[in-house]
Each structure stands twice: as structure tokens, then as C-alpha cells.
């Protein structure tokens, strides 16, 4: 059964670093896509952009590129999403989402990692 | 870069037929595929419908997409609305360097 993981939620403080994971199981890893999608409180969703783990290749929307970090570590099939220095505004759920190709749907979304950032 | 428009609200009765839109700015809309992602409140998004009016297994032939050449739009249509079908709706397709996702239609089933 495939299967997308996410770390749980996080409450942080403006200024602190964060990482949140997505562990994908039950299909090859490095074959499909991952990609991040933002969905801040009461609005719609954004990509923010995508990683290929069996070469890291990354593609960044220009809206987040230089505010996030999206890596992947093959050996233990999970991807991440990183911010170095928080603000107010990262607050929001954040899904991983598995596609075979980059113009291929969605086919398996994680159950979302939500992230507070407050003083 | 483009974007992709939908109505904000839609609602109607059960039983009866809905159709959701989604308008590219720019580039044409048949130039890349359009998915629908259905997401229900305090859930994650599903894919309804993918490659313009493909349906994964376990969604039901009520729902159907299809796109339009001379009004650059995509649509989904849901018949048979049931109480189920109330959610947010997605369109979602891209160009070379990014995804795009519509703003999100809210459906009321009332």
C-alpha cells in the first residue's frame, strides 16, 4: 500500500528553523515525484515546488524559491521541506504529494503537517 | 507565468447538475493537462478528475471534465449532486517551470 507520512504539527517561534518530513512507503521511492503544496488558514492551495529523489532534481515556484528548502534522502525514502528563519506568515498546513512525472496528476497526497508560527 | 480562475462559490440542490470553471490567463489551456482536486473540509485533497477529463478508480461517472479551445477554460461537472459532493474544488496545470492551482471553489450542496 503506497503511503505518504508526514511529521506532526509544529508550533514555532519567528526566527527559529524548522524541518518537516514526508516518508513514502510502499512503492520505489526514487521513481516518482514529491512535491510541496502550502494551504494557509481558510484559503486555497499553492505549490511551492517539487523534488525528483532519484536525482534531486528540484523546481521551485519563483514564489517560494530562496524561502524554502526542499531536499530528499533516498536511503530513507522521505523528503523534506525546510525554512531557515520562520515568520508569522509560514503558518499553515503543508501536504507532500506524490506524482509520477512532473505533468502527471497527483496520485497520493499526505495527510498534511501543520505549522504554527507564533510569538 | 499564468494563472487559472475559478468561481469562488457554487451552489445547488441534490440531484441536480453542477458545472465548476477554471480560466487560464494565458497560454492555451490545451497546451497542458488540467486535474480537479476535490478536498473536503479538515482533509487532504483527492484527484477527481486528471489529464482533462480522466477519472481515477473509485470516483463515480457523475463527475467529468472537459476544456473549451475558444473560452481557454476547463470545466468540471458533477450530476446526481449528493450531500457528499459538498467540498472545495481544485483545478490544477502548468507550463514548464511551475504547477499552477486554481483559487478554489467552494460547493454547497443545499
Known amino acids: 500500500e503506497v503511503q505518504l507520512v508526514q511529521s506532526g504539527a509544529e508550533v514555532k517561534k519567528p526566527g527559529e528553523s524548522l524541518k518537516i518530513s514526508c516518508k513514502g512507503s510502499?512503492?520505489?521511492?526514487?521513481?516518482?515525484?514529491i512535491g510541496w503544496v502550502r494551504q494557509m488558514p481558510g484559503k486555497g492551495l499553492e505549490w511551492m515546488g517539487i523534488?525528483?529523489?532519484?536525482?534531486?532534481?528540484?523546481r521551485y515556484s519563483p514564489s517560494f524559491q530562496g524561502q524554502v528548502t526542499i531536499s530528499a534522502d533516498k536511503s530513507i525514502s522521505t523528503a523534506y521541506l525546510q525554512w531557515s528563519s520562520l515568520k508569522a506568515s509560514d503558518t499553515a498546513m503543508y501536504y507532500c504529494?506524490?506524482?509520477?512525472?512532473?505533468?502527471?496528476?497527483?496520485?497520493?497526497w499526505g495527510q498534511g503537517t501543520l505549522v504554527t508560527v507564533s510569538s | 507565468n499564468f494563472m487559472l480562475t475559478q468561481p469562488h462559490s457554487v451552489s445547488e440542490s441534490p440531484g441536480k447538475t453542477v458545472t465548476i470553471s477554471c480560466t487560464r490567463s494565458?497560454?492555451?489551456?490545451?497546451?497542458?493537462?488540467v486535474q480537479w482536486y476535490q478536498q473536503r473540509p479538515g482533509s487532504a485533497p483527492t484527484t477527481v478528475i486528471y489529464?482533462?477529463?480522466?477519472?481515477p478508480s473509485g470516483v463515480p461517472d457523475r463527475f467529468s471534465g472537459s476544456i473549451d479551445s475558444s473560452s481557454n477554460s476547463a470545466s468540471l461537472t458533477i450530476s446526481g449532486l449528493k450531500t457528499e459532493d459538498e467540498a472545495d474544488y481544485y483545478c490544477?496545470?502548468?507550463?514548464?517551470?511551475?504547477?499552477?492551482f486554481g483559487g478554489g471553489t467552494k460547493l454547497t450542496v443545499l
Open positions: 504529494a506524490r506524482h509520477l512525472s512532473y505533468g502527471d496528476p497527483v496520485d497520493y
Open positions: 523534488i525528483y529523489p532519484g536525482d534531486s532534481d528540484t
Open positions: 490544477q496545470s502548468y507550463d514548464s517551470s511551475l504547477w499552477v
Open positions: 494565458s497560454g492555451s489551456i490545451a497546451s497542458n493537462y
Open positions: 510502499g512503492y520505489s521511492f526514487t521513481s516518482y515525484w
Open positions: 489529464e482533462d477529463n480522466q477519472r
